[in-house]
């Protein structure tokens, strides 16, 4: 197996930090009325000040994320691909008869395994859709055993990378935050000709990114999550989050740190 490469999250060609920096309260969504930031992740939408700012997609193939129930909304990365690319990303929550009516001939799995194709050596203008499975990778493994449709998938990869999620998970480094393989199926897609052309898939990823660098280089004497990959905070490439950081923190007696429905505590935190 190929060694994972180490990508640079900074030389995506999309710049977040100038919109989303500006949010810094929960707002009520206009669809559903729950109190979001960012975005809302029931409705999918952009919400407050990011209405009609946040970059639009289209992609060459569909993708449907069919989501295990019991994963948490306001914990899932996918919604950022759904959010940025409405027209062609559906969330679908799984069950026996979720994928009914799917062509199982025109549509691929990105999953892992020996009779997986790399999607960059592929003919994608035959695959009219790819279905990406968003829940812990136990949950993955059960739901690819007990859905005849999925077993029926040509099942697809992408080249190894090390993942730059900030959440611990008790896998090695190369399994990716959801978002970051979706982005990398349709990079990997584009071939050698690739120019940036879905790096709007990382939006708020690289922001948030970012931001949680700044926020532990401004407070380098609380330890990140013990049994995270070795240097994974960067404090010299960090210091322009950690600046920022430190001015909302002299603005506001309490920022917060909302990326989802979780606050830093418990999204950043040392805990399980």
Not at 95 to 111: I, P, W
Not at 186 to 197: I, K, L, V
Request: charged letters at 30%; hydrophobic letters at 35%; one cysteine or more.
């Amino acid at each position: 197996m190929a060694s994972p490469e180490t990508y640079d999250i900074h030389e995506l060609k999309v710049d977040p930090e100038p919109v989303l920096s500006k949010c810094t309260e929960r707002v009520a969504c206009e669809t559903c009325g729950k109190s979001v930031k960012y975005f809302c992740y029931y409705c999918y939408r952009a919400v407050g000040e990011l209405e009609g700012k946040v970059p639009q997609l289209r992609l060459p193939f569909k993708l449907d994320v069919v989501k295990h129930a019991k994963e948490l909304d306001g914990k899932s990365t996918a919604i950022h691909a759904k959010v940025v690319a409405p027209e062609d990303v559906e969330i679908i929550t799984y069950s026996d008869a979720c994928l009914d009516g799917v062509d199982v001939e025109r549509t691929a799995l990105l999953y892992p395994g020996p009779d997986a194709q790399d999607v960059g050596a592929m003919d994608m203008s035959r695959v009219e859709r790819v279905v990406v499975i968003d829940g812990t990778w136990s949950q993955a493994r059960a739901m690819v055993r007990d859905s005849a449709q999925l077993q029926r998938m040509q099942k697809v990869t992408i080249r190894p990378r090390r993942t730059r999620f900030w959440r611990y998970q008790n896998m090695d480094e190369q399994y990716l935050a959801t978002i970051e393989a979706i982005y990398f199926l349709y990079r990997d897609s584009a071939g050698s000709g690739y120019d940036g052309e879905y790096d709007a898939l990382m939006y708020f990823f690289k922001y948030f990114y970012t931001y949680i660098q700044g926020e532990y280089a401004a407070r380098p004497e609380r330890p990140f999550h013990s049994r995270h990959q070795a240097n994974y905070i960067d404090y010299s490439a960090a210091q322009g989050g950690a600046e920022r950081a430190a001015r909302q923190r002299d603005d506001r007696t309490r920022v917060n740190y909302d990326f989802g429905d979780l606050e830093l505590e418990r999204v950043f935190g040392d805990g399980d």
